[in-house]
């Protein structure tokens, strides 16, 4: 038996598939209460989907420098280990008691050798026991999807697959969980350009 077909049924069964749905740009524009842009702040889409292609960080790293933490705001998807790393010549004690990871790193210097893992999405704030202005953000999202918006405010989402999510944005300055934006989107090729006001 013959199963080889010819080559012209072949091209005809080709472009009688549906399309592919490509991943596109997302870019969102974020504004105060007064219209001017925000800097800094983290954009994000969740969905059932998006949860699901979830995979960690391979490295993530908050340095403590010049009594400073750098980054002061870090973003990482859910289940990534993040160091802290030492560079002072005076000790730190790195700690965090919000809900989703409490931890403590007492009097160090150097690098620490078990990292911190981030399993729970959500803000965790840090601080210094020793350096009371000392404070940083672990931002931990359930989602592949997210971006900083740039001084102009502008955030630009890249490779996002179409389909409907939720579009949020978190900034240092909000208060409570209940300030962070929610905007249901449907994302697809077309999808124009996407403005969010923080109370």
């Known amino acids: 038996m013959n199963l080889k077909l010819p ?4 091209l005809a069964a080709v472009f009688l598939l549906p399309p592919v ?8 524009q974020v504004q105060n209460s007064n219209g001017q842009p925000v800097a800094g702040a983290v954009v994000f889409l969740q969905s ?3 949860s699901a292609a979830v995979k960690a960080a391979a490295t993530a790293s ?11 705001v870090l973003v990482i998807p859910r289940g990534t280990a993040v160091t802290f790393p030492n560079e002072d010549t005076v000790r730190h004690h790195v700690y965090s008691f919000s809900p989703i990871k409490q931890f403590e790193i007492k009097l160090y210097v150097g690098t ?6 981030f399993e729970q999405s959500g803000v965790a704030a840090l ?3 020793i350096h009371d202005q000392m404070i940083a953000w672990v931002v931990v999202l359930d989602t592949p999807y997210y971006s900083h918006s740039n001084n102009d405010g502008l955030a630009v989402l890249n490779s996002v697959p179409p389909g409907d999510y ?4 978190w900034h240092k300055t909000l208060l409570s969980e209940a ?3 929610k905007q249901p989107l449907k994302h697809t090729a077309e999808t124009p350009l996407q403005q969010v006001m923080l109370k």
Not at 62 to 71: A, E, S, V
């Open 127 to 129: 601080g210094c026991n």
């Open 21 to 28: 749905a490509l991943a596109t740009q997302l870019q969102v």
């Open 112 to 117: 620490p050798t078990e990292p911190v893992v």
């Open 166 to 169: 939720t579009l949020r944005v």
């Open 179 to 181: 300030d962070v934006p």
């Open 48 to 50: 059932a989907a998006a």
């Open 62 to 72: 908050i340095i403590q420098r010049n009594t400073t933490f750098i980054p002061e």
């Open 7 to 10: 080559h012209s049924l072949l």
